[in-house]
C-alpha cells in the first residue's frame, strides 16, 4: 500500500466516480466534435470558429477541459501508485509532473476557450 | 496458505491472458492521450486563431509526421473510447464472468483494431 494522501477525494470511491462521470463527459464531448467534423467535409474556419463561439459550446468544452484534469489526474496518480512503490519520493515527483502538466492544460484551454 | 509458495510475477515471461491484455492497452492509451492533449489544444488554438492559422493546420496536416502523429492520437482515443464502454458496462454487472470477460475483451480488440484502421484511412 502507497499513500493515499495525494488521491483526489482521499477516498478510493470518490475517484471512482469522478473517473466515470469524467468519462462520460469525455465520451459524449468526443463523439460530438466526431460527428460535427464527419458531417462538414470541407469545414470552413467560419463554421468552426462559429461553432466554438457560441455559449453552449463554452461551457460543454469547459466540461470536457476539467474533465480531462480530473480523469488524467485519477488515471496517472493510480499508475503512479502501482509502479512507483519503491520510492515516495520519486512518486510525489512523477505526480508533481503530472499536476504541472494538467494545470498547464487548464490554464491553457481557458485561454484558447476565452479568446474565441 | 503457504507464504513461500513460489511466485512469478516477472511480466515478460507471464502469458497474459486477454482481458489483461486489452486492459494493459487501455491503460497504455489513457498514458499516452496525457501528452496528447497538449498536441490537440495546440491545433485547437492555431485553427480557432485566425483564418491563416486555420489555413495552416490544414496544410501541416499534409505532412506525413502531422498525419503520424495524428493518427496515433486518434487511435489511442479510439481504443482508450472503446475499452472505457467495456469498463462501464463491466460496472453495471455486464461481462463480468470468466467466458464473458474474454468475449468482451475479444470485441474490445477487433473493435480497436477496426478504429485505428479506420482512422488511418480517414487520415490519409
Known amino acids: 500500500m502507497v499513500n493515499s494522501v495525494t488521491n483526489l477525494g482521499r477516498s478510493g470511491l470518490y475517484d471512482w466516480v469522478v473517473q466515470r462521470l469524467s468519462a462520460v463527459i469525455l465520451a459524449i464531448y468526443t463523439l ?9 467535409p470541407e469545414l470552413t474556419f467560419a463554421e468552426w470558429h462559429g461553432l466554438f463561439s457560441q455559449v453552449w459550446m463554452k461551457v460543454f468544452s469547459l466540461a470536457a477541459l476539467i474533465s480531462i484534469c ?8 493510480t499508475i ?31 485561454d484558447i476557450l476565452w479568446s474565441v | 496458505m503457504n507464504s513461500n509458495r513460489p511466485k512469478n510475477l516477472d511480466l515478460t515471461t507471464i502469458q ?16 499516452a492521450l496525457f501528452f496528447a492533449v497538449a498536441f490537440m489544444l495546440y491545433a485547437l ?23 503520424l502523429i495524428t493518427w496515433g492520437i486518434l487511435s489511442a482515443l479510439g481504443y482508450h473510447l472503446i475499452a472505457g464502454v467495456k469498463h462501464l458496462l463491466m460496472d453495471m454487472g455486464i461481462g ?29
Open chain 2, 16 to 31: 497474459l491472458p486477454l482481458p489483461a491484455k486489452a486492459s494493459i492497452l487501455h491503460r497504455i492509451s489513457g498514458f
Open chain 1, 80 to 110: 503512479s501508485t502501482d509502479y512507483i512503490t519503491g520510492s515516495t519520493a520519486l512518486r510525489f515527483l512523477f505526480q508533481l509532473v503530472t499536476a504541472s502538466f494538467l494545470f498547464s492544460y487548464l490554464v491553457w484551454g481557458i
Open chain 2, 96 to 124: 463480468e464472468t470468466k467466458e464473458s470477460g474474454r468475449v468482451g475483451a475479444m470485441i474490445t480488440l477487433i473493435a480497436g483494431f477496426v478504429v485505428i484502421a479506420l482512422a488511418g484511412v480517414w487520415v490519409w
Open chain 1, 70 to 77: 480530473a480523469h488524467a489526474w485519477v488515471g496517472l496518480w
Open chain 2, 45 to 67: 488554438q492555431a485553427s480557432l486563431e485566425s483564418e491563416q492559422a486555420f489555413g495552416g493546420i490544414q496544410e501541416l496536416m499534409d505532412h506525413w509526421l502531422a498525419k
Open chain 1, 32 to 40: 460530438f466534435l466526431f460527428g460535427f467534423v464527419v458531417a462538414s
